[in-house]
């Protein structure tokens, strides 16, 4: 296929702004998929995807379609939205040299929208506006087209409002795509000289799958050169030569193809045997044919760690052979063996966030029949350890500490470092007050504020990530009504005055209940601990001291009294 009339997409946006819907229309319009059909989020296809109507993997297709006389092939990659997974949107984009941004026409610009658009923004890519929605009673489009003015520079008269639901207008998106898009030859990719069929082959691997009879299924984009079935590769990143069984496209499923070609978008299958053979951001070049790597991308990096514990220790090895498989389709979640006096033998899964977490969970029991117990999230901490005998013994300088039941002891250390992020928070004006509040009381430190349009305000505020990875999202949606969106990425550590809280239960420590949390938090974090487990223990016919201890000294305590049935 031409190199010059493939375009290579994405749809990013803000949760539930459309994106799915948009893409469903897409693949109708270009025959992709039958009309006829109640085509609902189709690149949705994992269960819990379709439960919680989100989309977790991105998901690619290539369309076909004629235009002025030419045609084109569209590759198309579906994204999901929400924070957690905003990993999958950038390695989405590093296969595509444009976007379709699309903002919901009632609801305006919110925080995910922001994030989304300064990830393609720093790749470079076109960005088309797509204000979608417009059927809705409130919608007001023309607003809409004021904040994109303002926020993010772009000219009004470059968005395109349409309905995904009802598909009118669609077609000026597919007009979009192929006009204001570049094909990849176009452009200079990574400094390199222009894509071209004739050059040797490099593909970059954006995402991987795992199929039980066929193994690894990498998604490739080709930047240069040509990849057939035959073809012996080599993985740029392990050194390791393969076989290639099958090349095709996604058009939404796989289908095979002789060829694939520089500008391309499709799959490959080459007998690896786990998604870490494929890693994503790897180059794949010809045997024999080594090409200079294309820069791969940042390794995921997990923001919360929970212990996961089988029921019962019986289910230990499904238990095992389950968390494999999943993290064979899953290489954002790390594992690490781990125990526990109460708990048995277990792991410790490192998670993107909350709703990774919890998807995780839920695809545990959903598709491997595995009922899990899950202990409190933890953020990642550091401790920069005192003398040469401790760095020898932990054989470096600076230790992260996953589970809080090792957090070292203040006199090995001489500081301790917090994980933070930057957050992006979209509110109302009339809730700027009570959000701001609600910051300070999470130790947030305001960064920015600004005004998007008469009512609509975006605060910027550095955050410790362990003060909002359990209920902020919770309590800032119920301050505001549920209008208020927000969003955080990466910003690194600060040191902070972190000290263990130990749980007892009756004088003993139970291991499981230990949390690192900020000193000045000590007191009403413990307290809150002690009366939620005077809630929810099991009764029983003894007495119970609850108490939460800083090293030796208790500094909250709850009692459980027995309370005997009347006679
Ligand atoms: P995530 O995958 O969770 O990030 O969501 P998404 O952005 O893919 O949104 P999705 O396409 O799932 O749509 C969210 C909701 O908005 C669904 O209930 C759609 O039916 C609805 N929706 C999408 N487009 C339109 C539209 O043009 N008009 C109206 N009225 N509703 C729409």
Not at 137 to 156: C, L, S
Not at 353 to 375: C, D, K, P, W
Not at 488 to 514: C, F, H, P, R, S
Request: aromatic content about 8%; some cysteine; proline content about 4%.
């Amino acid at each position: 296929f031409p190199v010059e009339n493939t375009r290579n997409f994405s749809i990013v946006a803000h949760v539930d702004h459309g994106k799915s819907t948009l893409a469903d229309r897409l693949l109708e319009l270009t025959g992709a998929i039958d009309k006829t059909k109640n085509n609902k989020q189709v690149l949705d296809k994992l269960q819990v995807e379709r439960e919680r109507g989100i989309t977790v993997k991105a998901q690619t297709a290539s369309l076909f379609c004629n235009y002025e006389g030419k045609r084109y092939l569209l590759n198309l990659i579906d994204t999901p939205g929400h924070v957690d997974f905003s990993y999958e949107v950038s390695r989405s984009l590093s296969a595509c040299q444009g976007v379709l941004l699309v903002v919901d026409a009632n609801e305006g610009i919110q925080a995910q929208t922001v994030a989304n658009f300064f990830l393609a923004f720093e790749a470079q890519l076109s960005i088309i506006p797509v204000i979608n929605k417009i059927d809705l009673k409130n919608a007001d489009p023309e607003r809409v087209e004021k904040q994109i003015e303002k926020v993010f520079d772009i000219p009004g008269d470059e968005c395109i409002k349409i309905s995904a639901k009802l598909g009118t207008n669609v077609e000026s998106v597919l007009d979009a795509v192929i006009k204001r898009i570049p094909s990849i030859c176009s452009l200079l990719i990574f400094n390199s000289p222009k894509a071209h069929c004739r050059n040797p082959l490099r593909a970059l691997v954006f995402d991987s799958t795992f199929d039980q009879y066929r193994g690894v299924i990498a998604n490739v984009a080709l930047f240069d050169g040509v990849v057939s079935k035959g073809d012996k590769i080599v993985s740029a990143h392990t050194q390791k030569t393969y076989e290639v069984n099958e090349v095709g496209v996604l058009n939404p499923n796989e289908q095979p193809t002789h060829k694939l070609y520089a500008g391309q978008v499709g799959y490959l299958i080459a007998g690896m045997k786990d998604v870490t053979e494929a890693q994503i951001g790897d180059t794949l070049y010809l045997h024999k044919q080594p090409v200079e790597p294309l820069p791969g991308f940042k390794s995921a990096k997990p923001m919360v760690f929970a212990g996961v514990y089988p029921i019962d220790q019986s289910e230990y090895n499904n238990l095992k052979s389950a968390i494999e498989k999943l993290t064979l389709n899953d290489s954002s979640v790390t594992v690490h063996r781990d125990s526990s006096l109460a708990l048995g033998a277990g792991w410790r899964l490192g998670f993107l966030g909350l709703l990774h977490m919890e998807v995780f969970n839920q695809r545990l029991e959903q598709e491997y029949n595995a009922s899990v117990i899950l202990t409190t999230p933890t953020v990642p901490y550091k401790a920069v350890l005192s003398s040469a005998k401790l760095i020898k013994e932990y054989r470096e300088k600076e230790i992260t500490i996953i589970n809080p039941a090792q957090f070292p002891d203040k006199s090995k250390v001489t500081e301790y470092l917090e994980p933070v992020v930057l957050g992006t928070i979209i509110t109302p004006d009339e809730y700027t007050g009570k959000i701001m509040m609600l910051c300070q009381a999470r130790r947030a430190v305001q960064k920015n504020m600004m005004f998007i349009d008469q009512n609509r305000v975006m605060l910027k505020y550095l955050f410790p990530l362990n003060e909002i990875v359990v209920d902020f999202y919770d309590s800032l949606k119920s301050l505001s009504s549920g209008y208020a969106s927000f969003d955080y990425e990466d910003a690194g550590y600060q040191t902070a005055e972190l000290v263990k809280m130990d749980i007892l239960l009756n004088g003993n420590i139970v291991e499981e209940l230990v949390t690192v949390v900020h000193k000045d938090k000590a007191y009403s974090v413990g307290k809150a601990i002690c009366e939620r487990l005077k809630d929810s223990l099991p009764r029983q016919l003894f007495e119970i001291a609850i108490q939460a201890a800083l090293g030796s000294k208790i500094i909250a305590r709850e009692t459980m009294v027995v309370i005997l049935p009347e006679k």
